[in-house]
C-alpha cells in the first residue's frame, strides 16, 4: 500500500464481517445453539454475548448483528428451549374428550426427555433468579403459547382457562424437576399423567 492510498474503511458496530457472517453451515443456528447451551450451564446471571460468541466460534459482534441485547438472545433461546410446547395448539384441535390426558402426557414427555429438561430447566431457575430472565418468560408464555392455546378453546374464559392449566404443569414442572420434591419426584409418569388429566380436562373443556 502507497502512503496515499486509503485503508481499509473501519467496521461499523454490530455489523459483522463477511467472514465472520460466512464462517461455517449457519453461523446464526451455531448462536442460538450456543446461547442454550450458555444459559443453561452458567444461568441468565453469569452467561454473557462474549461467552456466548466464543462457543459459538464467532466476533460477538456477530451476535448483536443477528440478535441484538443479551434479552433477546434469552428470548431466541427461550423459544428453541420451548419449541417442543409450541405444538400444543395442536394437541387441543381434535376430540375435546381426553384432551386432558393428552396434554398431559406429551408435557410429561418433554419433561422425562434428558434432551429437553436440561434446556427448559435452565430457563425455569433463570426466570426464578432473575427478574429480567422472568420476564422474557413472561412475555414468551403469554403471546407465544397462552394465547395460542386460548385460540383453541371453545370454552369461556379462555384465557383464564389456559393460564390455570399452564400454571398446573409449570407447578408440576418446579416441584418435581426442580426442587426435585418426593414423592412426586419420583413418582412414576403414568401415575402423575392419570392423576392431573381429569384437572386438566376440567380446565380445558366445556
Do not use: C
Amino acid at each position: 500500500m502507497t502512503p496515499d492510498a486509503p485503508g481499509p474503511a473501519p467496521r461499523r458496530r454490530g455489523r459483522p464481517s463477511r467472514t465472520a457472517a460466512d464462517s461455517g453451515p449457519d453461523a446464526r443456528s451455531r448462536i442460538l445453539e450456543a446461547a442454550r447451551a450458555q444459559f443453561a450451564e452458567r444461568g441468565y446471571d453469569k452467561a454473557s454475548v462474549r461467552g456466548i460468541a466464543r462457543a459459538a466460534g464467532v466476533d460477538s459482534a456477530l451476535v448483536h448483528h443477528y440478535f441484538g441485547t443479551k434479552d433477546e438472545v434469552f428470548a431466541a433461546a427461550i423459544e428453541l428451549s420451548f419449541e417442543p410446547a409450541l405444538v400444543v395448539p395442536e394437541i387441543l384441535d381434535g376430540d375435546t374428550q381426553d384432551v386432558g390426558e393428552r396434554l398431559a402426557r406429551y408435557f410429561i414427555a418433554v419433561w422425562e426427555n434428558p434432551a429437553s429438561r436440561a434446556p427448559l430447566l435452565a430457563v425455569l431457575r433463570s426466570a426464578v433468579t432473575h427478574e429480567a430472565a422472568a420476564d422474557v418468560l413472561r412475555h414468551f408464555v403469554l403471546t407465544r403459547l397462552l394465547s395460542r392455546i386460548a385460540s383453541q378453546l371453545n370454552v369461556p374464559d379462555a384465557t383464564f382457562r389456559a393460564e390455570l392449566a399452564a400454571s398446573h404443569m409449570v407447578g408440576i414442572a418446579m416441584l418435581r424437576y426442580v426442587v426435585k420434591a418426593e414423592p412426586l419426584a419420583s413418582t412414576d409418569p403414568e401415575k402423575i399423567i392419570r392423576t392431573v388429566a381429569p384437572t386438566l380436562q376440567t380446565y380445558l373443556a366445556p
